[in-house]
């Protein structure tokens, strides 16, 4: 079925560190990888996309691989800050878009 | 602010009761689409509108239902409420279908008691 596993449920990290969040999906038609960030009780926003025929795209501090062979992708966000701390999702378009469960990151000052 | 806007921001209502959530997407955007959003669950997609047509369904259960209108707006209607709806309940909009950025609204709390 149209699924999209999100990776780790939890992440703390120190500021200035980097933060990873990996996620895989299944369908191989999937060509458009959205990431949301959602701080408590607000709506998700945009913060970085990939369509299938690009393999990294970044914006500043964050950046966004793809490897459509292994069906997965990740968010990177180097230089954290505690601004940063949020819920942030993953989504795949197949037929719709399909989130992953969330990453709740923590950046401790 | 994303341009999607949403009424109510709160409503507090009893089991087997009726509500109505009301979306207007930006302006141009011709997709709205149905988000509900549990403490324990992430996003869960109910439901896409396509300049007044059903384009795509998700998880949306036979008590709840939708429509866009000729100008877009859109709602989504909640019957016979249960304690389990009790949920955030977003819309989005995009420009075209599939593959487009969604904006998503403010968002709607529903609270079931």
């Known amino acids: 079925g149209e699924n999209v596993e999100q990776h780790p449920s939890t992440l703390s990290v120190q500021e200035g560190d980097s933060a990873v969040i990996k996620c895989t999906y299944s369908d191989s038609a999937s060509n458009y990888f959205p990431w949301y960030k959602q701080e408590l009780g607000k709506r998700p926003q945009l913060i970085i996309d990939i369509r299938s025929n690009v393999g990294e795209k970044k914006d500043q501090r964050i950046a966004v691989t793809l490897n459509k062979t292994a069906k997965h992708f990740s968010l990177h966000i180097t230089e954290t800050q505690p601004e940063d701390s949020a819920v942030y999702f993953c989504a795949a378009m197949m037929r719709k878009l399909i989130f992953g469960q969330g990453t709740e990151l923590s950046v401790k000052p | 602010d994303s341009g999607v806007t949403q009424t109510p921001k709160h409503l507090i209502t009893a089991t087997g009761q009726r509500v109505t959530l009301r979306c207007s997407p930006r302006?141009?955007?011709?997709?709205v689409y149905w988000y509900q959003q549990s403490l324990d669950q992430g996003l869960q997609f109910l439901i896409q509108?396509?300049?007044?047509?059903?384009?795509a369904k998700g998880n949306i259960l036979e008590r709840f239902s939708a429509q866009q209108f000729p100008d877009l707006h859109s709602e989504l209607n909640l019957s016979s409420l249960e304690l389990g709806d009790s949920a955030l309940y977003f819309c989005a909009s995009s420009v075209y279908g599939r593959g487009n950025e969604q904006f998503f609204g403010p968002g709607t709390r529903l609270t079931v008691l």
């Open positions: 509108y396509y300049n007044g047509e059903e384009r």
């Open positions: 302006s141009g955007d011709l997709s």
